[in-house]
């Protein structure tokens, strides 16, 4: 009964539901979430916590088909139209991104077309981020005036908080984590998105078939920390996700020689190992925004008037709505 009833529930998804696949997305999400550094708290770092975070990066598949408001609002941040120069629309570079949704639609206006048709998958990336990190900043004062605050009821109310912040972060970060899995598809990131019939087949055909975790985590690149010491402006973070997707663009014309010569007909060692290194670009970054949101959360204020995170800390001010 237990198999009959997962059959029906991955039958009724809709056609279109499976980008990079349920299983690519998975990968990707779970081995960012097991090799997060140990400077991150332990809330992000638990067995339930990877388990949770590798459970939602498919999410945003799943629920498409919610209604046409929301799939015509959605269905473009998974995606980045680039041409054959190397551009969206011939107007914007991926290493020189507008750095808001606004100054982006007003450049592609030029060119007479929008985010809606060329897609935004950029931005979905950079606001996950931006959300991430609140959420860190939040979690970090939270975690302070849970031993700090004056009563042991400011204290209760604040681990209460805290906890209920925990819960959002991981679902944040695993809504999240589908959008910059997203962008490590190259053909999410072409104007040749599925020219032979092939993105079906190469994200979830092929990897359900052919390609395991263990192929992905061995091309999880090594971890650096950055520790900013100011928070990271929006064109830093513009750069980050230009220079991400500009190497996932460059890998298109790889994908269309692979299926050209056969090789993920065939199953190669190279049609593998080139999905696999696909998805491990995916699991690395994802695992250094992550760390990058908690180091810069640090750089970040909480509360209105916004109160910095570090005078919060080091006792200087309490942020608005919390016991001086």
Excluded at 53 to 70: H, N, T
Excluded at 139 to 163: G, H, I, M, P, S
């Amino acid at each position: 009964m237990k198999r009959l009833l997962a059959a029906l529930l991955v039958a009724a998804l809709p056609a279109n539901a499976l980008a990079w696949g349920t299983t690519g997305h998975t990968y990707i999400s779970r081995v960012a979430a097991e090799n997060l550094p140990d400077t991150l708290p332990p809330f992000v770092r638990t067995p339930d916590a990877t388990d949770l975070i590798a459970f939602l990066g498919p999410e945003e598949d799943r629920i498409k088909g919610a209604g046409r408001s929301w799939d015509d609002d959605n269905d473009p941040a998974h995606f980045l139209d680039v041409d054959d120069s190397g551009m969206v629309a011939g107007v914007v570079k991926l290493d020189a991104l507008p750095e808001s949704m606004e100054a982006y639609a007003a450049a592609l206006a030029k060119a007479g077309t929008d985010p809606y048709k060329q897609g935004f998958v950029p931005y979905a990336i950079m606001d996950g981020f931006e959300r991430v990190r609140k959420d860190f900043a939040i979690w970090r004062v939270d975690d302070y005036l849970a031993v700090n605050a004056r009563t042991d009821d400011a204290k209760a109310r604040f681990a209460r908080e805290r906890a209920w912040r925990e819960s959002l972060a991981l679902r944040d970060i695993g809504d999240w984590s589908h959008f910059v899995g997203d962008g490590s598809q190259p053909l999410h990131v072409t104007v040749h998105y599925n020219d032979n019939r092939l993105h079906s087949r190469f994200e979830s055909a092929f990897v359900n078939a052919h390609v395991t975790i263990d192929d992905v985590r061995k091309h999880l690149a090594p971890y650096a920390a950055s520790n900013p010491h100011a928070l990271l402006s929006q064109r830093d973070i513009a750069a980050i996700v230009g220079g991400y997707l500009r190497g996932t663009a460059q890998a298109v014309s790889r994908t269309y020689e692979l299926d050209k010569n056969g090789a993920f007909a065939q199953a190669s060692p190279d049609a593998v190992d080139f999905t696999a290194a696909q998805l491990g670009r995916g699991a690395s970054m994802l695992r250094d925004l992550i760390a990058l949101a908690w180091e810069d959360s640090l750089n970040d204020s909480v509360g209105y008037p916004p109160v910095p995170v570090r005078d919060v800390l080091a006792g200087k001010v309490a942020p608005s709505g919390a016991p001086d």
